[in-house]
């Protein structure tokens, strides 16, 4: 199994909704993470679990909260969004460091 | 800001034809990755190079690297409709005291007629 996947694939809320996105591998990656996607431009790192603790946090705004129940599982809880949050939101995960990264086929939010 | 620039940004060839795009990047490296995004889904990894390395090969694909300029390239040759997508480069830093931050470039968009 060499797949990340990612539910829900579409997800509409509005700015005083609280929602959560999945993320799940099965491929024994200990490294696992969040980035978002704006059209037309590249991902931008979001977070970093490393072994199930939180490595990396690139200033994101605390309406976005990370979790990461086991070492298959990334969850992104979503809380009072700004329409300007509206992205492609795309997990990823690496077997370690410095290794390639494996993405889901991202959620795409829309926040109204 | 660690992001790479890449030209250009769009790019449309005949199939059949070469496709060359660059990648320049601001600090030194640990690895340079390439990947594949077809419109609005997952990026899909290419080929990664490490900062010992100046070019390899995977199938159609060639990545050279040039570290004293801080730069790659990535050709893919007899391009196929199906190459149709966006084109990323993604650095990893040694500044990094995780090893696990890439940062991607601003990417090229390459269409391919059939």
């Known amino acids: 199994d060499t797949e990340v996947t990612q539910t829900p694939k579409h997800l509409v809320m509005g700015m005083t909704n609280k929602k959560s996105l999945k993320c799940e591998q099965h491929?024994?990656?200990?490294?696992m993470y969040w980035y978002k996607q704006k059209a037309k431009k590249p991902p931008e790192l979001m977070f970093v679990?490393?072994?199930?603790?939180?490595?990396i946090n690139e200033s994101v705004p605390s309406r976005f909260s990370p979790e990461c129940p086991n070492s298959s599982l990334l969850n992104l809880h979503l809380h009072a969004l700004q329409p300007e949050d509206s992205a492609l939101y795309l997990c990823?995960?690496?077997?370690?460091?410095?290794?390639?990264?494996?993405f889901g086929s991202g959620t795409q939010l829309s926040v109204l | 800001s660690q992001q790479g620039e890449e030209d250009p940004q769009a790019l449309s060839i005949q199939e059949g034809e070469n496709a060359t795009m660059n990648c320049s990047y601001k600090t030194s490296i640990n690895n340079l990755q390439w990947y594949r995004q077809n419109s609005g889904r997952g990026l899909v990894h290419l080929i990664l190079i490490r900062s010992n390395e100046r070019e390899k090969h995977s199938g159609r694909l060639r990545v050279t690297l040039d570290t004293s300029k801080k730069s790659s390239s990535l050709l893919i040759t007899a391009s196929r409709a199906a190459d149709t997508a966006s084109y990323f480069c993604?650095?990893?830093?040694?500044?990094?005291?995780?090893?696990?931050?890439?940062?991607f470039g601003t990417g090229t968009s390459l269409t391919v007629i059939p």
């Open positions: 491929m024994g990656h200990r490294a």
């Open positions: 679990y490393s072994y199930e603790k939180l490595s």
């Open positions: 993604a650095t990893d830093h040694p500044s990094s005291n995780t090893g696990n931050q890439f940062y």
């Open positions: 990823a995960s690496s077997r370690w460091r410095r290794e390639k990264l494996f």
